[in-house]
């Protein structure tokens, strides 16, 4: 009976480990970091770069030496859009210490080494010709004083776009961005980045 539940317990683990990936992660570009990232982990996710489909939740994990003292946080998730960094909707940028994983707690003392977990999605009713077959995702995190804590890019694909309507585009942009598919696409950008800018600075 126990070498049963012995086993039962590593096909458990097995199957977890399956369904999360740690994730190559960049730091950010002319970004100074006051803390340390040991790692980020998607789930779920089976390979690298992973692969992001809409309307599905993504947890993302970080695991953070600290080196400077934190109270609290602010965060913003960006991905990188034919040319624009726009803000991930739904993902809520005050909720930093409530996402702080046990036993830790804000405010983060140095020295400790800390988990930090958050979700992220796409929304189903994103249209697919708005989303690049890979994107570069920016992670950033800020304390009550306003110095980055972190700031991190992860590469991902992206499940369902529309690589035809891609060639297009880009095709319209030698042009000059005349064709009416580029015009319109152009439009459906600067809504949705407005939209969801406003969403963020709501919050």
């Known amino acids: ?38 790692s980020v982990d998607i789930s779920p996710c089976a390979v690298q770069p992973c692969t992001i489909a809409k309307g599905t939740v993504y947890n993302v994990t970080l695991t953070i030496a600290v080196k400077a003292p934190v109270t609290n946080a602010t965060c913003t998730v960006e991905g990188h859009i034919f040319g624009s960094w726009l803000p991930y909707p739904g ?11 046990a036993p830790n707690s804000c405010p983060l003392k140095i020295g400790n080494t800390v988990g930090y977990r958050a979700q992220v999605s796409i929304p189903s009713g994103v249209p697919s010709v708005l989303l690049p077959d890979r994107t570069i995702v920016r992670w950033q995190c800020k304390d009550e004083n306003q110095k980055v804590m972190f700031c991190r890019e992860v590469m991902v694909k992206l499940k369902g776009s529309t690589v035809a309507a891609k060639s297009h585009l880009r095709a319209g942009k030698r042009q000059g961005c005349k064709t009416r598919l580029c015009k319109f696409v152009g439009n459906l950008k600067r809504v949705f980045r407005t939209k969801f800018l406003r969403n963020r600075h709501a919050l």
Do not use: D, I, W
Request: aromatic share 4%.
């Open 1 to 38: 009976m126990a070498g049963r539940s012995l086993l039962a317990l590593l096909l458990l683990s097995l199957a977890a480990c399956s369904q999360a990936h740690v994730a190559k992660s960049l730091p950010c570009k002319g970004v100074t970091e006051e803390e340390v990232v040991q």
């Open 91 to 101: 993902f809520h940028q005050n909720g930093f210490c409530k996402q702080v994983l």
